[in-house]
T-cell receptor, first 115, second 114 residues
Framework: GESVGLHLPTLSVQEGDNSIINCAYSNSASDYFIWYKQESGKGPQFIIDIRSNMDKRQGQRVTVLLNKTVKHLSLQIAATQPGDSAVYFCAENIDSGGSNYKLTFGKGTLLTVNP | GAGVSQSPSNKVTEKGKDVELRCDPISGHTALYWYRQSLGQGLEFLIYFQGNSAPDKSGLPSDRFSAERTGGSVSTLTIQRTQQEDSAVYLC????????????FGSGTRLTVV
């Protein structure tokens, strides 16, 4: 299996429960945030994004919350399914002198869904 | 193609050898990115190509690393005189332009230097 998860924060939930994955960011100038899902042996897959002028955005079974005051981002997954098991990364965009295409990634959280 | 294609998917090489990693972006995507993912870590930016503009190489960790993009499409990341600390998964992504942050990633090349 994918050994990258062994060193990551982990979250274990029961199938059907809601999951909350948290991410802290450090740069108050960040204005765009993305959550990615990475399954074993695959590249990261875009889940949902949010801009800094919003504090909440909803997708299909997922919700992203942004708290700029404490520089905190969370991903909520409703009715978690076994197929949701993966490593989840938050990423932020820091616009520095026009280099606004670079994303800075967190270290990820391993989500395990127990049937 | 339908997605970003990377080759090889796995590469084992001896310390000191050179390696080339290939990325085929999605057709029509003008922006191409290389990131590196070390064990238990997030993704580290390496290099960015946008159309015919000069690439942003600011993330390359040493002069042993280089990349090129021919004809605005296929990109090759070359690592010379590989070291054990180069072992990682090298991920390529593409997007329509630099304002589209929702990159599409390939599955990566897992490089192991022994």
């Amino acid at each position: 299996g994918e050994s990258v998860g062994l060193h990551l924060p982990t979250l274990s939930v029961q199938e059907g429960d809601n999951s909350i994955i948290n991410c802290a960011y450090s740069n108050s100038a960040s204005d765009y945030f993305i959550w990615y899902k990475q399954e074993s042996g695959k590249g990261p897959q875009f889940i949902i994004d949010i801009r800094s002028n919003m504090d909440k955005r909803q997708g299909q079974r997922v919700t992203v919350l942004l708290n700029k005051t404490v520089k905190h981002l969370s991903l909520q997954i409703a009715a978690t399914q076994p197929g949701d098991s993966a490593v989840y990364f938050c990423a932020e965009n820091i616009d520095s002198g026009g280099s606004n295409y670079k994303l800075t990634f967190g270290k990820g959280t391993l989500l395990t869904v127990n049937p | 193609g339908a997605g970003v294609s990377q080759s090889p998917s796995n590469k084992v090489t001896e310390k000191g050898k050179d390696v080339e990693l290939r990325c085929d972006p999605i057709s029509g995507h003008t922006a191409l990115y290389w990131y590196r993912q070390s064990l238990g870590q997030g993704l580290e930016f390496l290099i960015y190509f946008q159309g015919n503009s000069a690439p942003d190489k600011s993330g390359l960790p040493s002069d042993r690393f280089s990349a090129e993009r021919t004809g605005g499409s296929v990109s090759t990341l070359t690592i010379q005189r590989t070291q054990q600390e180069d072992s990682a998964v090298y991920l390529c992504a593409s997007s329509r332009d630099k304002s589209n942050y929702g990159y599409t990633f390939g599955s990566g090349t897992r490089l192991t230097v022994v």
